[in-house]
């Protein structure tokens, strides 16, 4: 057990109580009534993208897979519980010697979802997994919500490079697993030294603002930059005037300067007129890399421009516009009894104010036309019909206990582009509208 | 010290990692060109509100010392830094002694702020407060944003207690902070266990839909719950019909049952409904509890409406709208030159594309009218005029690398709700609006 795979840049023993109380109430309520082990299957799911949304896309999988391996309970965190009464000695006992023993499918990682995916399904007894709500959906929903918008974002930017550097404008360690995410979504690297630490994210980044103000001219940072880190550093030119900096920036590093940074201004214009003047100067190969503010819409509309490479930061770390995903846990069949041989039946809420649950383990395929272009997510209880049995979604992703669907981070980004290259073309519109296949229950 | 600290359930030994790469290379460059250990002021502040909300709230100060305390270098973390050649030799020798030994100003946490308040003001050597430019401002955009949604909402619910449910919603460690900053805001408990055991924040939870579904029949749930958690134990009544759930409820519970939850549904028709049948059927103290999908504007609609508490989850942790708190960290002074005596010099990017900065260190101040309403967030630099000198905002938090400014999250929370009643009264109007306070620079 590597407890490092949680996200952190130190490990840390156990996601025990990432947890919200009822789970244990509830716990407690079924072991002393009897109903603790009944057999139960739990969905995870969205009931709608978010507004205007075409795709979504599954990320945090890897994540959730060390969570569940490290959600132990040791005994600081049982004094605790005790000391704290939120649950009695018999449910303490049986927490002592948790481990999850069931099994986990779902949709790998990368992968995109519509209304409805079963994206995760989580079986076992209903002890073991109805404490793993939480800690499950925390680490789902805020991921695939990164990774949402890095797509969209990767989408805008064409091919060029994308630097993820919102780490400032979030949780401290929220900002490391959206570091993951963004890479996931096809990010090419990020500022964040804890997400290089921990993921093997390329990391990057030269110098703020701050360096130029600390010195007594502009031409005295960029000396003290250049000698430091090399002509090929990129030298950031808008603290005072930007002409004027470029002029300095070329004449300190010479024309093999390898980029310049703009943070500030109309980016469309400046860019432009950067280009040319570097141009001008023989630093023809001198890249402009611009940084302030950027979403998917201004990225796209900077395609034009003679921009080489973005680094984005607030809009991607808080899903650009949509900081989580709403998707929620719900268990959708158990044992109709308390045997072991009981019969498994479907459950779910009544429908009341859109809160719609369907009942029962669901498989999900996406078939596809003659052009390998998806045509529909299709849905399903029961048994997967033969003509869809090639195109099922999701994947074994822990067994008896045991993690089967482990993989290393450029499995699931490379997937990602392999999903997303399968859709209609309409799912890379940046405009609102409606998730790019539908969802059909069979 | 303390590494708890961190807002983990578990010990972290250090925050060096929340770091973006670009300070690391500002330092090695500032080592090598002889500038590093200029005398340099950095502070913290936002250029603007949220677009309509009237005040911000101060939040993460104490997380913030905490990570200032805990910002050390360890053997591992110098390998992966030397490994992947982010810095040079000299520089990983300098990291090895690293701590911070400089002085922190601050407005105490839970204070409320206006655009360009002073919000912390970090001073020592350039190399020791560039490092903390990432971690800092990852503590306070993240806490701050969930706070002032807490405050919000708080606002709105009158005196009836507002429980933080929002953990699944949000990254896992971000939940925890979030469970903080709501308490700080305003909220009476949370769900989250992880915050409890890290913050003592009162734990609060009973039973999901998972837990009626589970059961053969909805009176066998509550006879469950009943048996475990005493007729006290508040039961959800949505997850079928919910004039028969209510039914059910004070059939087995008596009517001495603790409170009914509603999750779904017209929640003020339905909670008047509800009220009626508790009444009729003699549980005139059964609580209701509503938790579906609330912000400040459900709560207040609220009002008129017989509930007795609300849980708040994915617009809490998301800021209501407003994830992050747009706080930058900037340098605003540093030595005109390289001697221990060499004066300090105000230092500012020049402005463009709206990113005003202002040199110099600040004060700020409040001064308030007769009646004790503040007037104005007053700020200037140079020395204080002496008619402010007994409103100044800013606290001593660190000096010479000792924090000096902790407190309990209470004292924080406290704080909150003064500060919030010496505003004008129009600061609690929910709509949109203009800052309640207007930032006059003296």
């Known amino acids: 057990m590597d407890t490092g795979d949680l996200g952190l840049p130190v490990p840390v023993p156990s996601t025990a109580l990432f947890t919200d109380q009822y789970e244990f109430t509830m716990l407690q309520a079924a072991l002393r009534g009897g109903t603790a082990d009944r057999r139960s299957v739990f969905e995870v799911f969205t009931r709608r993208l978010p507004e205007g949304r075409r795709y979504g896309v599954v990320a945090g999988t890897g994540r959730v897979l060390d969570a569940i391996e490290n959600f132990r309970f040791e005994e600081k965190v049982l004094r605790f519980l ?26 790998p990682e990368g992968e995109v979802y519509f209304p409805g995916s079963p994206i995760m399904r989580v079986e076992g007894t209903f002890a073991e997994c109805v404490l793993l709500e939480t800690v499950i959906l925390s680490i789902l929903n805020h991921d695939s919500a990164v990774a949402a918008a890095a797509s969209r974002m990767a989408v805008a930017a064409g091919g060029r490079p994308l630097v993820e550097m919102g780490a400032r404008r979030t949780h401290e360690l929220a900002a490391v697993a959206a570091s993951r995410a963004a890479y996931l979504g096809g990010f090419a690297s990020t500022s964040d030294l804890a ?40 030298l950031l030119v808008d603290t005072y005037d930007v002409a004027e900096a470029v002029r300095t920036a070329v004449e300190v590093a010479g024309p093999g300067l390898g980029a310049v940074r703009i943070d500030s201004g109309d980016l469309l214009l400046v860019a432009h007129r950067v280009r040319q003047q570097l141009d001008d ?35 991607l770390v808080t899903g650009s516009g949509h900081p989580t995903s709403s998707m929620v846990y719900k268990l959708v069949a158990r044992a109709d009894g ?23 383990a669901k498989w999900a395929a996406r078939p596809r036309d003659a052009a390998g272009v998806a045509e529909a997510e299709r849905i399903g209880t029961g048994p997967v019909p033969e003509e869809l049995a090639g195109v099922t979604l999701q994947v074994p992703l822990v067994r008896g206990g045991e993690t089967v669907g482990r993989e290393p981070l ?18 890379t519109q940046l405009s609102r509208g409606e998730p790019v296949l539908p969802t059909e229950y069979v």
Chains 1, 2 share one sequence.
């Open 82 to 107: 005790r000391s704290h009464g939120v649950v009695d000695g018999p449910t303490l006992d049986w927490l002592a010697d948790y481990r999850f023993r069931g099994d986990v499918y779902g949709y």
């Open 195 to 234: 997400a290089g630490f921990r993921y093997g994210i390329p990391t990057v980044g030269t110098s703020a603002h701050a360096f130029t103000l600390l010195h007594d001219t502009e031409r005295d940072a960029f000396t003290a930059q250049v000698k430091s880190l090399g002509s090929g550093t990129t």
């Open 281 to 315: 100067l023989g630093a023809t190969d001198t890249r402009i890399v611009v940084t302030s503010d950027l979403d998917e819409y201004a990225i796209a509309s900077l395609a034009a421009a003679p921009v080489d490479s973005y680094g984005v930061g607030t809009r």
């Open 338 to 360: 308390d045997g072991p041989d009981a019969p498994m039946r479907s459950v779910a809420k009544k429908s009341t104010g859109g809160k719609t649950s369907i009942g029962g």
């Open 410 to 427: 450029d499995a699931a980004r490379d997937r990602h582009r392999r999903a997303l290259a399968g859709l209609p073309m309409s799912a």
